[in-house]
């Protein structure tokens, strides 16, 4: 066991360098737990890993709070997770009140729209890079190729088409791919999922607020890029608690920012509600990961192991992927001026083509809309 103040200095650190997503967090906590302290062996790492990647919500996020677990108990869990997820909770919500302001300066409008134009080709990015590993491993497991695609599609169609019930879709074909491995091996199973919440608030109050951050905390199956279309619709189609001007900026800002990018919900609260709004929404967006780990326990890295657990991934996976691949779509169509098209492209050559790191893309790409805005470009 290690004292609580040295599970609250590494797991602050990792919060605060951990740019790049996902891939990094996981490389720091490994480097730390493993290489560094030893308090994990490098199977257990990976065994916890692989567990967390079976669970909905920030897969990323789950593990630093499940290694801290594993380090100092229950109270290594809340203090290192809290560490972790603070600093980008923090980040996002000041660069909300520059960027998502009733009247910036026209630089930050610029630079916001410049940043903003560019998220599409991150979206492009995040799911493309999902898709190989994804496809391989249906392969070599009980997926089938037509399934596979199927499920994709169906995400695709359902974050451009549905986007506020998209979860709806993630959920079936979990389901489906369920029902129809137990049918397959001879045995319906009676596991039942204890119920999934599909109804939403009629108006966009704090209950409304509450749904949609727990949609991004809970149901998010893929974690990472697919709470985007989760956001976007009840975000500015539903409730209108932002433009899609300002949504590209949250998605840019929970980018550029280090830690968990489901802190971008603290900027959509904050558009919807305030500093109070976007702190509701973070701690319903991370509840789900505390509990999972802190009621699970001992028992959260034999979920490796669960058919059931699998088989349900092996239908929601794919589709999140697609889901991530269609926000794409309703990102671009936030796109109001020319100038930001050009920028989209670029974005696009330097991610996609020549592999460029996203957040300094992203951070180029708003230092050149900063400019555009200053030497007069029309702004959205």
Known sequence: MAPLSVIAREWLRIGLIGFGGPPAHISLLRDLVVRRKGWMDARSFEDAN??????PGPGSTQLAIFCAYRVGGPAGAVIGGLCFVVPAVVMVLLLSVVFLASAPPEWVLGAGAGAGAAVAAVAVRAGGDLVGPSYHHAMEGHGHRLRWLAYLLAGIV????????????????????????????????????????????STGGIGALAWTAFKVGALSFGGGFVIVPLMQGDAVDVYHWMTDAQFLNAVAI???????????????????????????????????SFSFILLGGGRFERLRGNEKARGFLDGAGPAAIGAILGSAVTLAGGIDEGWQIAILAAAAIALLLLRRSVVATLVAAGALGAVLALAGAPLP
Request: hydrophobic letters at 60%; a neutral charge.
């Open 50 to 55: 692989a567990a967390c990647s079976l669970l």
């Open 158 to 201: 359902a974050a451009v088409a549905i986007g506020p019930y998209l979860v709806l879709v993630l959920v079936a074909c979990g389901l489906f791919e369920l029902v129809r491995r137990s049918w397959f091996d001879g045995s319906v199973s009676s596991w039942t999922p204890a119920g999934v919440l599909v109804g939403t608030a």
């Open 254 to 288: 929970g980018q550029v920012t280090p830690g968990p990018v489901v802190a971008t919900v603290a900027a959509v609260g904050y558009a919807a509600h305030g500093v109070g709004g976007a702190l509701l929404a973070a701690a319903v967006a991370f509840a789900p």
